[in-house]
């Protein structure tokens, strides 16, 4: 009998029911991979913690798997930085190059691949969804976590894509949870007559006050995430996550069947969530 192959999962949430994570274990099995029958696969969870998240890497990287799934960026570096030999795959890594996870997007060169979220296509699309709630606007503000080093990439595409719809951006980068107020009033000062949130780690952990300071912005405002809309904000445009995991899936299996990550091109999605806030 042929060895089943060892599978790990470094997931960043919780224990419990996930899209994403079930649109993962979707894709394994539909290449032949069910846990307990023809593969064994291993999760720990990092519960929103880093901590948690350095010990549920050690623990996975300890196991010796033949290969080991995480859902982003984080969670991928972990287990990178702990091994170069264990072949990691990331499910929606924002900018895998400008973390170093990946030397680029076409040729890895390392011990990971996989998915990643932020393209021209996303972006381009974010500036039409806000179109659409600001068919008008010209000058549209850009606020967004500038210490989160997976930002640069997605605001050099925005800054592009803009400059060829003749839309002019005006940026105000944060540096706490605590200057999204300041932010959010400068942009709309300066005549932005539309705002756009960027998504990142503060926009999670600060979520509360980031919500509490949106409430003042006057004009059409783009949340990072759809569940923010029935508190604030006029839209929202994400990435189908649960097809970047499905995908994800099948780099696992190939590397299973003996590829090398370091000469597997990452891939995207075309399919994107966009949420208009219901009146």
């Not at 000469?263 to 949420?275: G, L, R, S, Y």
């Given at each position: 009998?042929?060895?089943?192959?060892?599978?790990g999962?470094l997931?960043?949430g919780?224990?419990?029911?996930?899209?994403?994570?079930?649109?993962?274990?979707?894709?394994?099995?539909?290449?032949?991979y069910?846990?307990?029958e023809?593969?064994?696969?291993?999760?720990?969870f990092?519960?929103?913690?880093?901590?948690?998240?350095?010990?549920?890497?050690?623990?996975?990287?300890?196991l010796?798997p033949?290969?080991?799934?995480?859902g982003?960026?984080h969670?991928?570096?972990a287990i990178?930085i702990?091994?170069s030999?264990?072949?990691v795959v990331?499910g929606?890594?924002?900018?895998?190059?400008?973390v170093?996870?990946v030397r680029?997007?076409e040729?890895?060169?390392?011990?990971a691949?996989?998915?990643?979220?932020?393209?021209?296509?996303?972006?381009r699309?974010?500036?039409?969804?806000?179109?659409?709630?600001a068919?008008?606007?010209?000058?549209?503000?850009?606020v967004?976590?500038?210490l989160?080093?997976?930002r640069?990439?997605?605001?050099?595409?925005?800054?592009?894509?803009?400059k060829a719809?003749?839309?002019?951006?005006?940026?105000?980068?944060?540096?706490?949870?605590?200057?999204?107020?300041?932010?959010?009033?400068?942009?709309?000062?300066e005549?932005?007559?539309?705002?756009i949130?960027?998504g990142?780690?503060?926009?999670?952990?600060?979520?509360?006050?980031?919500v509490?300071?949106?409430?003042?912005v006057?004009?059409p405002l783009m949340?990072?995430m759809?569940?923010w809309?029935?508190?604030v904000?006029?839209v929202?445009?994400g990435?189908?996550?649960?097809?970047l995991?499905?995908r994800?899936?099948?780099f696992v299996?190939?590397?299973?069947?003996?590829?090398?990550p370091?000469?597997?091109?990452?891939?995207?999605?075309d399919?994107?969530?966009?949420?208009?806030k219901?009146?």
């Amino acid at each position: 009998m042929a060895k089943q192959p060892l599978i790990g999962i470094l997931s960043p949430g919780m224990p419990g029911p996930s899209p994403n994570m079930d649109a993962f274990i979707e894709g394994l099995r539909a290449h032949g991979y069910v846990d307990g029958e023809t593969a064994r696969i291993e999760t720990r969870f990092a519960q929103q913690s880093y901590l948690l998240l350095d010990e549920a890497a050690h623990e996975l990287a300890a196991l010796k798997p033949d290969v080991i799934f995480g859902g982003n960026s984080h969670e991928a570096l972990a287990i990178v930085i702990l091994s170069s030999d264990i072949p990691v795959v990331t499910g929606a890594s924002t900018d895998p190059v400008h973390v170093r996870l990946v030397r680029s997007l076409e040729r890895p060169g390392w011990n990971a691949t996989g998915c990643y979220t932020t393209s021209e296509a996303y972006v381009r699309r974010k500036l039409e969804a806000m179109r659409q709630v600001a068919p008008n606007a010209r000058r549209i503000g850009l606020v967004y976590d500038g210490l989160d080093p997976e930002r640069p990439f997605e605001v050099r595409l925005l800054r592009k894509e803009a400059k060829a719809m003749g839309i002019e951006l005006v940026e105000r980068p944060v540096r706490t949870i605590f200057d999204y107020a300041g932010s959010f009033s400068e942009a709309q000062n300066e005549g932005a007559e539309a705002v756009i949130l960027l998504g990142g780690l503060s926009t999670i952990l600060g979520k509360s006050a980031i919500v509490e300071a949106a409430k003042a912005v006057k004009v059409p405002l783009m949340v990072p995430m759809r569940y923010w809309l029935p508190e604030v904000g006029d839209v929202c445009v994400g990435v189908s996550t649960p097809d970047l995991y499905r995908r994800a899936a099948t780099f696992v299996h190939r590397v299973l069947q003996g590829e090398n990550p370091a000469n597997m091109a990452m891939e995207t999605t075309d399919q994107f969530d966009v949420a208009l806030k219901q009146r």
